[in-house]
């Protein structure tokens, strides 16, 4: 298929399936170039990558094998068939539900040692992309064999089993969830607090408690799956949908399908005659997604008429069991066939659903299930986020400050938000309980504070999430990268597994463990790879080829920007506009830098090249006047090395930037004294610190002082400071 990839198929018969299945979709790819060997019982097949040999027979690992082109390792350099390998660098998992800390993750198609396996057992689709049946090969498997060119896996792993889709742009900013029995008027008050609060929302999640629940007649069992409003708690419940909308929220609705539709339900006379039901005998209609006029009842009959008063989207919450008359898997068949339907509504539009193996990423966005609430369960969620990349499963949704059972920890609680914020998704979640709620004014002061502006942040970063989007969608890069992608070679990429990088610009390294009591920090362990790196909050900066303890405060975050970094921001978070009115561009010296702005019809290129800051604009064809004059006129706001130049607009924007200082307004003597100030030691002995350290201008004598520092993590927490200062 590419000098890398080979497909192995094996058919008792000779019949071999050139059809799609639930995880392929297209095997053409371009020409390419292979030389081949026959033999008299075998075959040999040469790419500038690998030598597979085949023998003839049966598949075993003495008659199917490879030799790779690369040297990762000293004896792992020949692929056997059926044979497993160390260095997988691991994939995802269908849900966290219950999961307090780590889990296993199933493979990935990505390996160090450069190779690995992707087999397709799937059912095989017909032309209208419905279940068929088993394929008539017994074996079908796929060698990827790329090295550590993990991008160039990724993008052709895509293209087999098709690219992930175009997010809308409401699903990037915060979502508000909460498992509890909301009424009408509780609800949009919540909503009206957080806009008096200036929090930005975007999506308005509304669990199972808009069904009926409690009362539901004990002859149809529980009231778990439902699809009739509570009329006690939403009598109107069009009105209700309505009012967020006007709020300038995407709605979506709760729904556990696995009961499917029981005749206490409004709409189950209509579903009942169409699926000729004895509604005498209250035959419920079974939920099967393999029976095309059920599939049609279900979203014409039952969610039809919930989508007309207003629901934007579902979230399928299916749990029960993996039985169905095709043999397919239900939740992929849930996935598939209401993702397809969700179009309906608007184009780009998205499900909220587990993860079915590989190929889900054609059904964003993922739910990751009902976490625990510890530092345990937050401290796993960076790298299983990121590992999801190497299937492809870039789009996670996860219950953010965790769902269930747990403890009140302010700064739990906090760090998870911010994870949250510099996440895929940000969907504020929690349980039942009365005393697990997320809204910022649920904590101290402090951290409410903070909450609310790491929440105005993420609605600040829409653009740069927007853009993202579409190189994913596009390019197949992903928005959550390891940082084995960027760095293969460097063994410190595959250690730091917590850290990873977001977007273009970006890398974060998020704290996910207790404060240190005795300094007031939380701390993390970070790798930077060579080049001039800066906070993106202080432009506190750091020389690359390090690994280094970072030291924060409760309310801030480790997140960075290389030298040359240029991120876009949306100035007026509150707004969310598809088209900002004013956009910010903070720039980040020591390096040239180019970036493209995408937007719906519109790409804005901005590039410094010797502090030379240059703009241009692109428009599609098709794109409306109103749209053109919007983005010609909007203002522009340049904040290079912390210096901000206000009110540019397209007209005047080359912008000669050599007068402006090329550093950042960090001071060392500043830092120092409030690391010294927070920390929880004797006077004495901060007056003694911050009196030698500020009289020692040389970087050499600073580090020799520091070894007269009792405390390790004090030590370690002035080291960053006196390195960032050099």
């Given at each position: 298929m590419t000098e890398q990839l080979i497909r192995i198929e094996y058919s008792p018969t000779g019949e071999f399936e050139d059809g799609q299945t639930q995880i392929v979709q297209d095997r053409n790819f371009e020409q390419v170039h292979f030389d081949v060997i026959e033999k008299e019982n075998g075959i040999e097949i040469l790419t500038s990558n690998l030598h597979l040999y085949y023998l003839g027979g049966v598949f075993t690992n003495s008659s199917l094998y490879a030799d790779v082109k690369f040297n990762f390792s000293v004896y792992s350099n020949r692929w056997y068939y059926g044979k497993s390998y160390d260095g997988n660098l691991l994939g995802t998992t269908r849900t966290l539900d219950k999961v307090d800390g780590a889990c296993e993750l199933d493979e990935g198609i990505m390996s160090q040692n450069g190779f690995t396996i992707l087999t397709d057992n799937s059912l095989v689709l017909t032309d209208s992309q419905d279940i068929l049946g088993k394929s008539m090969d017994s074996i079908d498997i796929y060698l990827f064999a790329y090295g550590r060119e993990y991008r160039e896996a990724l993008k052709d792993y895509y293209h087999l089993t098709g690219a992930t889709p175009l997010l809308p742009r409401f699903a990037l900013g915060n979502w508000w969830s909460r498992f509890y029995d909301y009424s009408e008027t509780s609800y949009l008050d919540l909503m009206n607090k957080f806009k008096k609060k200036n929090v930005p929302l975007s999506v308005s999640v509304i669990d199972m408690d808009w069904h009926r629940v409690?009362?539901?007649?004990?002859?149809?069992?529980?009231?778990?799956?439902?699809?009739?409003?509570?009329?006690?708690?939403?009598?109107?419940?069009?009105?209700?949908?309505?009012e967020l909308h006007d709020k300038g929220l995407k709605i979506t609705l709760n729904d556990h399908p696995a009961d499917g539709i029981r005749a206490f339900e409004d709409v189950y006379a209509t579903l009942a005659k169409r699926l000729s039901l004895n509604e005498e005998l209250e035959e419920s209609a079974q939920f099967d997604f393999d029976n095309p006029e059920f599939r049609r009842g279900y979203f014409e009959d039952v969610h039809g008429p919930l989508e007309a008063d207003g629901v934007d989207f579902w979230w399928l919450d299916w749990q029960q069991g993996s039985v169905s008359s095709s043999g397919a898997d239900p939740l992929w068949l849930i996935n598939h066939y209401q993702y397809r339907d969700a179009q309906k509504i608007m184009p780009n539009n998205i499900i909220l659903s587990r993860y079915a193996g590989p190929g889900s990423h054609r059904y964003p966005l993922g739910f990751s299930g009902d976490t625990v609430i510890s530092w345990e369960s937050l401290d796993f969620q960076p790298y299983f986020t990121t590992t999801a990349t190497n299937i492809g499963y870039t789009w996670w949704s996860h219950d953010i400050g965790g769902h269930m059972q747990g403890y009140k920890d302010n700064e739990l609680s906090l760090r998870w938000l911010q994870y949250g914020?510099?996440?895929?998704?940000?969907?504020?979640?929690?349980?039942?309980?009365?005393?697990?709620?997320?809204?910022?004014?649920?904590?101290?002061?402090?951290?409410?504070?903070?909450?609310?502006?790491?929440?105005?942040?993420?609605?600040?970063?829409?653009?740069?999430?927007?853009?993202?989007?579409?190189?994913?969608?596009?390019?197949?890069?992903?928005?959550?990268?390891?940082?084995?992608?960027?760095?293969?070679?460097?063994?410190?990429?595959?250690?730091?597994?917590?850290?990873?990088?977001?977007?273009?610009?970006?890398?974060?390294?998020?704290?996910?463990s207790k404060s240190i009591k005795e300094l007031e920090l939380g701390k993390v362990k970070v790798w930077f790879p060579k080049g001039k790196w800066y906070d993106f909050f202080t432009g506190q900066k750091y020389d690359g080829g390090v690994e280094i303890s970072i030291f924060r405060e409760k309310t801030q975050m480790p997140v960075f920007a290389k030298a040359g970094a240029i991120i876009p921001l949306d100035k007026n978070p509150m707004e969310n506009n598809e088209f900002p009115r004013e956009l910010m561009w903070c720039i980040f010296p020591g390096d040239n830098g180019e970036y493209v702005l995408h937007e719906e019809g519109c790409r804005t290129k901005i590039a410094l090249k010797n502090k030379q800051l240059s703009l241009t604009l692109d428009f599609d064809d098709n794109i409306s006047e109103a749209i053109k004059e919007k983005v010609m006129n909007r203002s522009h706001q340049v904040i290079y090395a912390g210096h901000t130049i206000s009110d540019i607009y397209i007209g005047d924007f080359d912008l000669d930037l050599q007068d402006l200082n090329d550093k950042f307004d960090w001071k060392f003597e500043n830092e120092l004294f409030r690391r010294l100030d927070i920390a929880e030691i004797n006077y004495e002995e901060k007056d003694y610190l911050y009196q030698k350290l500020s009289s020692i201008p040389e970087f050499d004598k600073r580090v020799a002082f520091l070894k007269n520092i009792s405390s390790k993590e004090l030590q370690d927490s002035i080291f960053e400071l006196v390195y960032s200062g050099k």
């Amino acid at each position: 298929m590419t000098e890398q990839l080979i497909r192995i198929e094996y058919s008792p018969t000779g019949e071999f399936e050139d059809g799609q299945t639930q995880i392929v979709q297209d095997r053409n790819f371009e020409q390419v170039h292979f030389d081949v060997i026959e033999k008299e019982n075998g075959i040999e097949i040469l790419t500038s990558n690998l030598h597979l040999y085949y023998l003839g027979g049966v598949f075993t690992n003495s008659s199917l094998y490879a030799d790779v082109k690369f040297n990762f390792s000293v004896y792992s350099n020949r692929w056997y068939y059926g044979k497993s390998y160390d260095g997988n660098l691991l994939g995802t998992t269908r849900t966290l539900d219950k999961v307090d800390g780590a889990c296993e993750l199933d493979e990935g198609i990505m390996s160090q040692n450069g190779f690995t396996i992707l087999t397709d057992n799937s059912l095989v689709l017909t032309d209208s992309q419905d279940i068929l049946g088993k394929s008539m090969d017994s074996i079908d498997i796929y060698l990827f064999a790329y090295g550590r060119e993990y991008r160039e896996a990724l993008k052709d792993y895509y293209h087999l089993t098709g690219a992930t889709p175009l997010l809308p742009r409401f699903a990037l900013g915060n979502w508000w969830s909460r498992f509890y029995d909301y009424s009408e008027t509780s609800y949009l008050d919540l909503m009206n607090k957080f806009k008096k609060k200036n929090v930005p929302l975007s999506v308005s999640v509304i669990d199972m408690d808009w069904h009926r629940v409690s009362d539901v007649p004990s002859r149809f069992g529980s009231g778990w799956t439902g699809y009739s409003w509570n009329k006690s708690l939403f009598p109107n419940p069009k009105r209700f949908l309505s009012e967020l909308h006007d709020k300038g929220l995407k709605i979506t609705l709760n729904d556990h399908p696995a009961d499917g539709i029981r005749a206490f339900e409004d709409v189950y006379a209509t579903l009942a005659k169409r699926l000729s039901l004895n509604e005498e005998l209250e035959e419920s209609a079974q939920f099967d997604f393999d029976n095309p006029e059920f599939r049609r009842g279900y979203f014409e009959d039952v969610h039809g008429p919930l989508e007309a008063d207003g629901v934007d989207f579902w979230w399928l919450d299916w749990q029960q069991g993996s039985v169905s008359s095709s043999g397919a898997d239900p939740l992929w068949l849930i996935n598939h066939y209401q993702y397809r339907d969700a179009q309906k509504i608007m184009p780009n539009n998205i499900i909220l659903s587990r993860y079915a193996g590989p190929g889900s990423h054609r059904y964003p966005l993922g739910f990751s299930g009902d976490t625990v609430i510890s530092w345990e369960s937050l401290d796993f969620q960076p790298y299983f986020t990121t590992t999801a990349t190497n299937i492809g499963y870039t789009w996670w949704s996860h219950d953010i400050g965790g769902h269930m059972q747990g403890y009140k920890d302010n700064e739990l609680s906090l760090r998870w938000l911010q994870y949250g914020v510099f996440s895929p998704i940000n969907r504020l979640h929690s349980s039942k309980s009365e005393f697990t709620s997320k809204e910022p004014w649920h904590f101290d002061t402090d951290t409410e504070e903070c909450m609310e502006s790491f929440l105005r942040l993420r609605h600040r970063l829409i653009p740069y999430l927007y853009s993202a989007n579409v190189l994913t969608h596009d390019e197949g890069l992903a928005l959550i990268e390891p940082l084995y992608y960027r760095y293969p070679l460097d063994s410190e990429a595959y250690e730091y597994r917590n850290q990873y990088f977001f977007g273009s610009e970006l890398m974060v390294a998020p704290i996910t463990s207790k404060s240190i009591k005795e300094l007031e920090l939380g701390k993390v362990k970070v790798w930077f790879p060579k080049g001039k790196w800066y906070d993106f909050f202080t432009g506190q900066k750091y020389d690359g080829g390090v690994e280094i303890s970072i030291f924060r405060e409760k309310t801030q975050m480790p997140v960075f920007a290389k030298a040359g970094a240029i991120i876009p921001l949306d100035k007026n978070p509150m707004e969310n506009n598809e088209f900002p009115r004013e956009l910010m561009w903070c720039i980040f010296p020591g390096d040239n830098g180019e970036y493209v702005l995408h937007e719906e019809g519109c790409r804005t290129k901005i590039a410094l090249k010797n502090k030379q800051l240059s703009l241009t604009l692109d428009f599609d064809d098709n794109i409306s006047e109103a749209i053109k004059e919007k983005v010609m006129n909007r203002s522009h706001q340049v904040i290079y090395a912390g210096h901000t130049i206000s009110d540019i607009y397209i007209g005047d924007f080359d912008l000669d930037l050599q007068d402006l200082n090329d550093k950042f307004d960090w001071k060392f003597e500043n830092e120092l004294f409030r690391r010294l100030d927070i920390a929880e030691i004797n006077y004495e002995e901060k007056d003694y610190l911050y009196q030698k350290l500020s009289s020692i201008p040389e970087f050499d004598k600073r580090v020799a002082f520091l070894k007269n520092i009792s405390s390790k993590e004090l030590q370690d927490s002035i080291f960053e400071l006196v390195y960032s200062g050099k």
